[in-house]
């Protein structure tokens, strides 16, 4: 239950429910309709969201997460006014910017301005206000120069470029935004996200939904994680994002048999493959920091010298976050009979970034470590969760300080 | 239920969902003009030859029908005085069946055309087809001003019941809006509609005052159906099926087009042509077609406004 109001929510969900009716067989014309009068149509009932509660306060980044078809979306749209619920109430204090889609209403053959005005009106500006912001609209998105052109002839980033800086011109009490930061050039990602963190900063409240945890860890205040129209979880954004990264990868049993394109010339098979928490327990789910072992067993089908075994553990990119290999620490690893089973492990300590990881193995004949008797992917993938996610690869300890008036001596420039 | 919704005090109402209306109007007003705006202005600004366009449908039309019904088969004749300045009656009565068509057929689609708007933002749908008919009524202004320069070029003389042009225009809007509202919410569910408005608009152009003057109508169904003999030389003539024609001929009267653009022919282009009281007998009688146009629009509004919370979720 949301608690008893204040003045500070200005968002209050109250036992939301909204059920989608598909009907079966739909009837599209005015016809069947008049030749089967009595002909009821069956509804398919879709659930998509169950008695949802909670309530955003003055100033909040507030996050809602979930994998596609878990109703976020919906929640959205319920927040908008797009869809009505058909029970529970919704409180919403002030003027809301949607951005549920950019560039809604945008009439590609229209020049800049027109569409400007007119999107700043849907959004609830008078006329007047949104001709007073168009030049600080097409300033942000760097347009100046093509504002005369049709918006047909715009590139589709400058076409975004465009559609956001006009959503966030709006001066919104609260802002919904539905997962458009992924958008336009890394440059421009980087000024929208610059943006939220102001407006998160000048105390705007930001209803934000989003399957990126690393988002949500960076900006968020509090979160919410739905999973099948049910809140899974409300609290802080970094146990949102364990819960997450636990239902959606955790308990799959993504044992996949991968036997398909192995490569190598057979001669050594890995059988399989493992993770292992600090304890020796094998997981799919593993926390940041803890020291953990990869292990992969192998079978050599012939007599060979000195094998070389190497892990790639990939993130979701397919970059080669960690690569360690037997040939780094001991050149010769022994002599291995026709038929024999070894087993091959590599320790190391967890800084991996909060995410999801493939290790790929590889063995290989003595030498450059080319020359492979096997290759081992995507045998299984495991999750690794943590409050962290600021964006890098790896997460290591990093020695900050800052120094107020730095003495001249500790500016050497140059030699 | 106030126990129930005790915690919540101080919260104010609750948002509701997505609505026809909305209570604030001037964002609607705002909403509606600047869509019909933009619109017109690429109709307008769109092509080479803008505006020209926009009036050749009307024209040509005009010329077609001038040709074949004026100069070839002289309707105008034998009318008297009622015939005078029949060009420009006829050229009247076709901007306003063009401006009624452009509104209602318009309207069909534009409520599905703009899914991508309806399922993304939340603005009053009624926006919509208010907006159609609103870029008609700006196509409406300009032709009338083409056809109130044919007429006085023609020979027209200003008349004092020029000012009777808002109230024609008028009426002739809110029926046009009625059908507007109905059409456009029942295609979401029925996609045979338009093919449906296409021929039942055919229908209303032929049984509107544009070709076949009212006249014309009056005399082959008011009495019944006439017959004609001669006997010792003399002619004769009597009636038959009086009931069904004089039925016949109320229904026809009951279409808001017929008084619409005779009131149009009457008080812009020729004083001799019967006015809307004279065709129907009295002006009281003015109440049924009237009533037709306020049937209409409530039926069309409250189709409309029933349909609209549901409208994001069935496109």
Not at chain 1, 25 to 51: G, Y
Not at chain 1, 344 to 368: C, D, I, K, M, Q
Not at chain 2, 247 to 255: A, D, F, G, Q, T
């Amino acid at each position: 239950m949301a608690q008893p109001s204040t003045a500070a929510q200005l968002i209050v969900v109250d036992a939301v429910n909204k059920t989608f009716r598909v009907p079966e067989e739909r009837t599209h014309t005015l016809k069947e309709r008049a030749l089967h009068p009595l002909r009821r149509t069956r509804n398919q009932s879709f659930p998509a969201l169950k008695d949802i509660s909670f309530d955003v306060r003055r100033g909040e980044f507030f996050g809602i997460a979930g994998r596609n078809g878990s109703g976020k979306s919906t929640l959205l749209k319920c927040l908008a006014g797009i869809y009505g619920v058909d029970s529970g109430r919704i409180w919403m204090h002030g003027r809301l910017s949607p951005f549920i889609e950019l560039g809604v209403g945008f009439n590609a053959d229209l020049a800049a301005r027109d569409n400007v005005v007119l999107n700043g009106i849907m959004m609830g500006l008078s006329p007047r206000e949104a001709r007073a912001r168009y030049d600080a609209v097409i300033d942000f998105a760097e347009l100046r120069e093509f504002e005369e052109l049709k918006l047909k002839n715009y590139s589709s980033g400058m076409y975004v470029r465009l559609a956001f800086s006009v959503a966030i011109q709006v001066d919104a009490d609260i802002l919904l935004v539905d997962e458009v930061l992924a958008v336009g050039d890394a440059a421009f990602a980087q000024k929208c996200f610059d943006v939220f963190t102001r407006m998160r900063d000048e105390g705007r409240t930001i209803v934000f939904v989003t399957h990126d945890m690393a988002s949500l860890n960076r900006f968020c205040h509090r979160a919410l994680l739905l999973e099948k129209g049910h809140v899974v979880h409300l609290g802080e954004p970094h146990e949102v994002a364990d819960r997450y990264l636990e239902i959606n990868f955790g308990r799959d049993p993504e044992a996949a048999g991968a036997a398909e394109d192995r490569g190598g010339d057979g001669e050594a098979r890995v059988l399989e493959a493992w993770i292992e928490d600090e304890h020796g327990v094998r997981q799919t789910s593993l926390p940041q920091g803890q020291r953990i072992t990869l292990r992969a067993l192998v079978n050599f089908t012939v007599d060979v010298d000195d094998p070389v075994a190497s892990v790639y553990v990939l993130n979701e990119d397919h970059v080669a976050v960690i690569v360690a290999t037997t040939a780094q620490e001991n050149e010769r690893s022994g002599h291995y009979a026709a038929g024999e089973n070894a087993q091959f492990s590599f320790s190391f300590e967890n800084v991996l970034a909060p995410g999801r990881y493939n290790p790929l193995f590889t063995l290989a004949h003595r030498g450059t470590g080319l020359d492979l008797m096997d290759r081992f992917e995507g045998a299984f993938s495991f999750v690794v969760t943590g409050p962290g996610a600021l964006g890098g690869l790896v997460d290591i300890p990093v020695d900050v300080s800052a120094v107020r008036n730095p003495s001249a001596t500790s500016q050497k420039v140059g030699a | 239920m106030s126990s129930e919704a005790a915690p919540y005090d101080g919260l104010g109402r609750p948002i509701k969902g997505p609505r026809a209306l909305t209570d604030d109007w001037s964002r609607f007003w705002h909403l509606t003009y600047n869509i019909a705006r933009n619109e017109f202005k690429l109709r307008f600004f769109g092509s080479a030859l803008g505006y020209v366009w926009q009036l050749m449908r009307p024209l040509l039309l005009f010329g077609v029908l001038y040709v074949f019904f004026v100069l070839i088969f002289k309707v105008d004749k034998g009318k008297g005085a009622a015939g005078h300045f029949y060009g420009a009656q006829l050229l009247g009565s076709i901007v306003l069946f063009t401006f009624f068509s452009e509104a209602t057929a318009g309207a069909v689609r534009s409520v599905v055309d703009r899914e991508n708007l309806v399922r993304k933002i939340q603005f009053p749908r009624m926006v919509i087809p208010m907006s159609i008919v609103l870029v008609a009524l700006f196509n409406l202004s300009l032709n009338l001003v083409v056809v109130m320069l044919f007429a006085v070029i023609a020979g027209v003389q200003p008349m004092l019941t020029w000012l009777e042009l808002p109230l024609i225009v008028g009426v002739l809007t809110v029926f046009a809006t009625g059908i507007a509202m109905l059409l456009s919410a029942l295609f979401v569910s029925f996609r045979d509609i338009q093919p449906i408005w296409d021929v039942f608009s055919q229908v209303l152009f032929y049984a509107s005052p544009v070709i076949i003057p009212v006249e014309t109508v009056k005399e082959k169904l008011a009495y019944g159906k006439l017959h004609v003999y001669v006997s010792n030389g003399v002619v004769h003539h009597y009636y038959t099926d009086v009931l069904l024609y004089h039925v016949l001929y109320r229904i026809y009267l009951l279409n808001p087009l017929v008084v619409v653009f005779q009131q149009f022919r009457h008080a812009m282009i020729n004083h001799a042509v019967l006015n809307a009281g004279q065709v129907l007998g009295s002006w009281l009688a003015l109440l049924e077609p009237l009533g037709v146009v306020v049937g209409v629009f409530a039926l069309g509004f409250w189709v409309f406004n029933r349909s609209a919370p549901l409208v994001a979720e069935n496109l």
